[in-house]
């Protein structure tokens, strides 16, 4: 007849079996800790850079009919930044940039973070920037085709209504550089005032020391009825700089704030946004296609070729991406060749309509890699109320010699990178 355990011998088997069931416990804890350390080390590593979402201003169309007026006039503004530009390359290197000779400026005066973009119409980005200690909120359009930061002062007269200002009095970090600036552009607008180097926040990045101009006037393309955004964020190359400073991307480098001295930019209808330092992978899918830049000064690079229905209508174009222009911008006769085939009418001043219901296939290649242009980007809207013809996207421009502009009518069909490091800019298919 078998023995009954004791009590202290059932006690001993259930201490035993708790403690075998809390080392396999604790084991199963510690493989899922390090799952999830491993999970939250690898997201970590993708989000080194910082999103800012971005937003749209202005727009070219109401009820539907493009404003041709309000479309020359961004058509004069982005030629006359453009060619800006090209002088101060000039003045800054000696060599003389295509079209900048005989072109006259504003003259300089004698003394990994992501950020949403917000869409306001169908023209500019913006979003937002931090500036001062303590700091102060502002919208600005991030322009990679000029240089420069500038807000409207407190000392500005009433053409800065509804916008905020900026006073350097109120930040401790604030030095007046006892310069004065100067920016004109192509449509009649002007910006001057003072700069100033101040702290700029953009995200969680910090760029201490930055060029800042203090305007202390807005003409009417910057008043807020016409400029949704406060100021203006120029993101190219330094040399472009009619202030001679870097552009904040430049100080966050030179300040060891990037590890990767890269940003982009996903522009679209929604869920725009600028990264930092960084790309966010979650917004293209594939491989990313990259362009040597080919002139430093503006982000400057090759397009293997402008398409129409599959052919070729241009090749070999040296072309300059810009977030800052809304348009696709190039010469004259090519453009009037592209638009030759496609059952187009000339209305003048580099703009061409054709019949709403047979919009063209119309894409671009880089290095080898073709992207197509949607026809919703293509299209900028109706010529007249009568809704037949719409007016394309791709312009004529007389003053930029061979060059070309992309503007976002081709940068919202493509996540975009810019590299400081590399020198590159890169072009990948949206998500």
């Known amino acids: 007849m078998s023995r009954k355990p004791t009590v202290m011998e059932i006690a001993h088997c259930m201490v035993t079996d708790m403690r075998d069931n809390w080392f396999h416990m604790r084991s199963l804890l510690s ?37 041709l007026d309000a479309v020359r006039s961004h058509l004069a503004y982005s030629e006359g930044k453009y060619l800006r530009g090209a002088s101060a390359i000039k003045y800054s290197t000696g060599v003389i940039s295509p079209s900048s000779s005989g072109h006259t400026v504003g003259r300089r005066a004698a003394s990994g973070v992501s950020v949403p973009l917000t869409e306001y119409g169908t023209k500019l980005w913006y979003g937002n920037i931090s500036v001062g200690s303590p700091p102060v909120e502002y919208k600005v359009d991030f322009d990679t085709g000029s240089a420069d930061l500038f807000l409207p002062s407190s000392d500005c ?22 310069q004065g600036f100067n920016l004109s552009y192509g449509d009649g607008s002007t910006v001057f005032g003072d700069q100033y180097t101040d702290t700029v926040t953009i995200g969680r990045f910090v760029a201490k020391n930055q060029t800042i101009g203090a305007a202390l006037q807005y003409s009417a393309g910057f008043q807020a009825d016409n400029f949704a955004p406060d100021g203006l964020m120029g993101m190219a190359f330094p040399n472009i700089s009619v202030f001679y400073a870097n552009p904040i991307v430049q100080t966050l480098i030179a300040e060891r704030q990037l590890s990767d001295p890269v940003f982009a930019f996903k522009l679209a209808s929604s869920g725009s946004e600028l990264s930092i330092g960084g790309v966010n992978q979650l917004l293209y899918k594939g491989n990313v296609t990259y362009a040597p830049v080919t002139r430093q000064g503006f982000w400057q690079i090759n397009v293997g070729s402008l398409n129409a229905n599959g052919q070729a209508i241009s090749k070999n174009i040296s072309a300059v991406v810009d977030t800052g222009t809304t ?35 119309v894409s671009i290649t880089i290095q080898g890699k073709l992207f197509a242009i949607s026809a919703e980007t293509f299209n900028l809207g109706h010529y007249d109320t009568a809704g037949t013809q719409c007016v394309g996207a791709i312009t004529g421009a007389g003053s930029l010699g061979d060059i070309w502009i992309l503007g976002d009518a081709f940068l919202q069909n493509v996540y975009s990178i810019f590299d400081f490091g590399k020198l590159r800019v890169g072009f990948a298919d949206l998500a």
Not at 52 to 57: C, E, N
Not at 157 to 178: D, E, I, M, Q, W
């Open 157 to 178: 007269n009433t053409t800065c209504a509804g916008h905020t200002r900026y006073n350097p009095a109120k930040s401790f970090s604030a030095v007046n550089l006892h």
């Open 31 to 67: 493989i899922v800790f390090i799952a999830v350390l491993l999970g939250l080390t690898s997201a970590l590593s993708h989000r080194r850079s910082f999103g800012i979402p971005i937003q749209k201003r202005s727009t070219f169309t109401k009820n539907g009919v493009v404003n």
């Open 327 to 361: 348009l696709i911008l190039g010469d004259a006769a090519t453009v009037h060749q592209f638009y030759s085939g496609l059952n187009a009418t000339d209305v003048g001043d580099g703009l061409y309509t054709m019949p709403c219901n047979a919009m063209p296939n």
